[in-house]
């Protein structure tokens, strides 16, 4: 049995003091005193949950493996991981599905959780086995690529919805991005560089949101990084829409203006302006924004050495995300602790069903220790992802993962 005797411990009425134990894969609870703030010192929480990761295998081991990358994940603090689709073989049909499956199984350091792709191979042109995928998936996505066809996404919702699973949709209008590979803005015209424009996602946003009023289907959308898309969702979720949304940790805290000619800058959707983070962290804050997911998108080295124009998309995220928007967003009062521990860990796992996201009496010991005074720098080279590339390299951040259980036992101890 595991017990922490003097504890302070996140819950869904407020923070502890108390004494947390761990035994036979649950977790117990003895709360003493209510703490209205905590700023130093361990806390724990429920494990993290990150709906939306790259994990690269099968197909592209080379950038990122299912242990490397659930590695990263369970030394910050991660007991439930979603992995996108985009693989070789993309997982459209069950024997494509099993090959992730089978890896996932014999070397995942947490609990990994796979995406079937909407569509066969993620071309967009037919939907994919859902039927038989969907009793063995988190959800359905064709990550990477927007779903252009209005019919056959009307089409994947209604059979997703019969399934009771979640779209997880990439909105991007391909006719509207024109070449581009950052933001549409000040620094794309400076610069030289050719823009993708905002409309590229919340025009995709807005014809979703409707489809998804029409079907009723659980619908929720990737990496949001537009303040129209903020606008467009919190007007349907008044409407009584089932959507939800993620934004990432890079939206949040970094825009154009912080741009340099580096591919650690260079993913999709770029970072925008002030007015969209703006945008982002008020919704956060009023639970338009459900959740924070990474993105983690690991590539090698070469691939992100080309500047902003000949870089591949992506950057790593797991270990940075919590030090990073705890020290930019809680520290600076932007959001609160609790409403940071929810979008991390609660909301994600109540959307899409995982067993982690709560910390409560008898409940299951899926935990986080952080040290709140630990105060580091990002280095990408330090992370457990073959990826190094993150637009935070050296940064200087507080809080830190020092312990993560799983189903009652440690699985990572600094």
């Known amino acids: 049995m595991l017990a922490f005797d003097d504890a302070v411990f996140y819950t869904s009425d407020g923070l502890k003091r108390g004494k947390v134990s761990v035994s036979d894969g649950k977790v117990f609870l003895s709360p003493r005193t209510d703490i209205k703030e905590v700023r130093e010192g361990k806390l724990i929480i429920p494990g993290l949950a990150d709906v939306h990761v790259h994990l690269r295998e099968p197909g592209f081991s080379y950038k990122e493996s299912i242990a490397s990358g659930s590695e990263s994940g369970v030394r910050a603090g991660y007991t439930a991981l979603c992995a996108m689709p985009n693989l070789r073989p993309v997982p459209d049909s069950l024997v494509h599905l099993a090959e992730e499956e089978d890896v996932i199984r ?155 000619e580096d591919g650690r800058f260079k993913m999709n ?15 956060l804050a009023d639970g338009t924004v459900d959740m924070i997911a990474t993105d983690h998108a690991p590539h090698s080295d070469e691939e992100k050495a080309k500047g902003l124009r000949g870089s591949a998309m992506g950057v790593i995220g797991l270990e940075f995300a919590f030090p990073v928007l705890y020290t930019e967003l809680v520290l600076k009062g932007k959001i609160s602790l609790d409403r940071l521990i929810h979008a ?35 280095r990408g080279r330090e992370s457990a992802s073959k990826g190094n590339s993150t637009p935070f390299e050296g940064r200087k951040v507080k809080a830190k993962n020092i312990m993560t259980i799983l189903n009652g036992e440690i699985v990572w101890k600094e």
């Open 344 to 378: 991390m860990s609660v909301s994600p796992a109540r959307r899409f069903g995982l067993p982690s996201g709560s910390l409560c009496d008898g409940g299951a010991a899926d935990l986080a220790v952080i040290d709140l005074s630990r105060e580091w720098t990002v």
């Open 269 to 283: 959707p770029p970072l925008r302006t002030a007015e969209d983070r703006a945008a982002l962290i008020e919704g």
């Open 106 to 260: 014999r070397t995942a350091r947490t609990r990994v959780y796979p995406y079937a792709a909407l569509t066969v191979g993620e071309r967009g042109e037919e939907l994919s086995a859902i039927e038989e995928l969907a009793p063995r998936v988190i959800g359905f996505s064709d990550d990477g690529k927007g779903v252009q066809s209005e019919e056959l996404m009307r089409e994947a919702m209604r059979r997703v919805k019969a399934c009771g699973k979640v779209i997880a949709a990439h909105c991007e209008v391909e006719s509207l991005l024109a070449g581009g590979y950052i933001h549409d803005g000040a620094y794309a015209r400076a610069h030289g560089h050719k823009g993708i424009s905002s409309e590229s996602e919340w025009r995709m946003v807005e014809r979703d949101v409707a489809l998804a009023e029409e079907t009723g289907v659980k619908y929720h959308v990737c990496h949001v990084s537009t303040k129209e898309s903020v606008d467009i969702i919190r007007r349907a979720k008044a409407r009584g829409v089932d959507v939800t949304c993620e934004t990432a940790p890079h939206y949040l805290v970094l825009t154009e203006e912080d741009l340099e």
